[in-house]
């Protein structure tokens, strides 16, 4: 056997995760052995206005806790909505931070306790391991099979001067406690539920084949939740409140989260940061679409994992040369978007020729880009774009 060199992977998650149908219940319970006494539910107005918030907010009353809701987490949060988060927390001496939403309000909630903990402002703070104190005790509440924000040590924050999307990864940022309670996504419109879970196969995906940091506990979870996206997202879309497709769907989208939150991404993230940042765009939408795309010019890069990808998906690749059978992953993706009803490409989201020139440089420098297994320069990203179109 030859010498291997020495190398190691990190490997990253939260403390406890509660997973299935009733988890969020325990949240007071968790909530006093942080030893929360002030709680700050950071949230969006929608879950505010159906009530969701109210709901966590009388779980932890009932723990013993006092309750202060902020509902201003933006699609694509800002540093101004960080801003107005942190003087609510701070105005109301909070000490416990509860997220609640999809990745908006983990980002929104993230990026408040970043700034609180470490001072200064959010936009001193970005980039890998940059931060300079813990965060206050953390629970996370996801509410969409996506992005898997609330189990990860990433946050994304939108730069409102120069409309790009500010990356934060540090362990620091990883929940103490991550919820994913599938009776809270029955709510979910099904384009947020497609756009969430092309979110969630995107991390899962990238994850798998980037050729830097995947290893094989990365590699397993990224797997797994390739087959379990392939099999139930479709029903999940159709029919919202079929529980045992909500709960594939929570279970795949955590599973790809702690598959990226150690293994990393690549361009296809990269790309879908802009249109995000720079026009408001749903991040997974942006995602699904750059998703086919981007995997046919990384084929060559890792021909042997994207024939995985398509056996995964349900392809039969027998007989198939590797590259072939690559391809036949190209396909699965997109006809799951299709079925899915996720929109044909950027133009049909808004998203204009002469956009992609400032996206493709921002792209270029989005950290996602150093995971992708195919090298890329920014002519690269111009062409992809157009191809996405």
């Not at 299935?20 to 206005?49: C, F, S």
């Not at 934060?168 to 940022?173: E, I, K, V």
Request: aromatic share 4%; with cysteine; glycine share 10%.
């Amino acid at each position: 056997m030859g010498a291997m060199a020495e190398k190691v992977y990190g490997f990253y998650m939260p403390t406890v995760s509660l997973l299935g149908l009733g988890a969020v219940k325990q949240v007071g319970q968790q909530a006093k052995v942080l030893g929360g006494t002030k709680a700050l539910i950071v949230t969006d107005a929608g879950l505010a206005r159906i009530g969701v918030a109210d709901q966590i907010k009388g779980y932890l009353e009932e723990a013993g806790l006092s309750v202060t809701v902020f509902d201003g987490a933006e699609p694509n949060p800002t540093d101004l909505n960080v801003r107005d988060c942190l003087k609510v927390w701070q105005d109301n001496s909070c000490d416990l931070l509860v997220t609640l939403g999809g990745g908006s309000s983990h980002d929104c909630g993230k990026g408040m306790a970043i700034v609180a903990t470490s001072g200064g402002d959010i936009r001193d703070w970005a980039g890998i391991d940059t931060l300079q104190a813990d965060l206050p005790p953390y629970i996370a509440i996801n509410t969409t099979a996506g992005t898997g924000s609330e189990m990860t040590r990433f946050a994304v924050v939108t730069n409102t001067d120069t409309k790009v999307k500010m990356v934060f990864c540090d362990a620091r940022l990883t929940a103490d406690v991550a919820v994913n309670d599938p009776g809270l996504m029955v709510g979910l419109p099904s384009s947020l539920t497609a756009a969430t879970g092309m979110d969630a196969l995107t991390h899962a995906v990238e994850a798998y084949v980037t050729t830097l940091l995947s290893n094989p506990v990365t590699d397993c979870l990224a797997m797994q939740a390739i087959r379990l996206i392939g099999k139930w997202l479709r029903k999940a879309v159709a029919n919202g409140t079929d529980l045992e497709a909500r709960d594939a769907m929570a279970y795949a989208e955590y599973l790809a989260g702690m598959a990226f939150n150690s293994a990393g991404l690549g361009i296809v993230h990269s790309m879908a940061h802009q249109p995000g940042s720079l026009l408001g765009k749903p991040h997974g939408v942006c995602n699904a679409i750059c998703l086919p795309v981007v995997c046919e010019f990384n084929l060559i890069a890792n021909a042997e994992k994207y024939a995985k990808v398509a056996e995964l998906l349900g392809e039969n690749i027998e007989g198939l040369t590797t590259m072939e059978a690559a391809e036949q992953a190209v396909a699965a993706i997109r006809r799951l978007s299709r079925d899915i009803g996720i929109p044909k490409g950027l133009a049909a989201i808004g998203v204009t020729e002469k956009d992609i020139p400032v996206m493709a440089e921002n792209a270029m420098k989005d950290v996602c880009t150093l995971f992708n297994p195919r090298t890329v320069k920014v002519a690269d990203i111009i062409e992809l774009y157009k191809k996405a179109m």
